[in-house]
């Protein structure tokens, strides 16, 4: 499952972990691959430097997202270093789910690093660039100029609907949202209980 910035995707994941589905998450296994004590937080601080540690030893996300948004080879750099940390966790994760679980993985950047491809069913939470804006203004206080820097650095809606075998539309009510997500849990149970898929979008 993937999703620009502000498009919905945490209430999905919730609605389908309500459901049974066991979710394998990449931004919190990010989070945890560069906690303090790990080999992945002393491989950052060794390339970027103490500076991008805080006072009580956690990582500085701020200053290394400012350190690598201006440059490729900085971003590549640290992409070396946590993406085989965070695919090995995600790994782990999957393994430890129950036998016959539908497993979620919710992939920020799935469209952007072209993943798609290593999943049986790729999910896309849609919404309209102008709804991401007031979601992220209004519920994470970011300004409106930065909301729209982090949209545009991530892959458009086109790019994204073009890879989804099911899109979920999140531009309108919650109850709107619900459906589908029952709808979509009834199609992965389908193919899980090898019955045909019922056209996807």
């Known amino acids: 499952m993937t999703g620009g910035i502000g498009s919905g995707k945490s209430e999905v994941s919730r609605r389908l972990v309500s459901l049974g589905a066991a979710l394998v998450d990449a931004d ?7 906690e303090p004590g790990t080999p992945g937080l002393a491989a950052v601080a060794q390339e970027f430097g103490e500076e991008v540690l805080r006072p009580d030893g956690t990582l500085d996300r ?8 201006a440059d490729d080879g900085r971003r590549e750099r640290l992409n ?3 993406h085989p940390l965070i695919g090995e ?8 789910a129950p036998a016959g679980a539908i497993v979620v993985y919710d ?8 993943l798609a491809g290593l999943y049986d069913v790729v999910v896309v939470v849609d919404a309209p660039v102008e709804e991401q804006v007031r979601r992220l203004t ?11 820097a982090r949209i545009a650095v991530q892959a458009t809606r086109e ?10 539309d999140n531009s309108g009510t ?14 992965l149970t389908r193919r899980i209980n090898g019955g045909p898929p019922q056209g996807g979008h």
């Open 28 to 34: 919190a296994v990010a989070r945890e691959v560069v």
């Open 62 to 69: 701020d200053r290394l997202g400012a350190i690598v948004f």
């Open 80 to 82: 070396a270093i946590v």
């Open 89 to 96: 966790r995600m790994q782990e994760l999957v393994e430890d």
């Open 107 to 114: 992939v920020p950047l799935l469209t952007e690093n072209d």
């Open 138 to 148: 209004e519920l994470r206080g970011m300004t409106e100029e930065a909301a729209r």
């Open 159 to 168: 790019r994204r609907r073009a890879v989804a075998d099911h899109v979920i």
């Open 174 to 187: 919650i109850e709107s949202l619900a459906a589908q997500v029952d709808d979509l849990w009834a199609e």
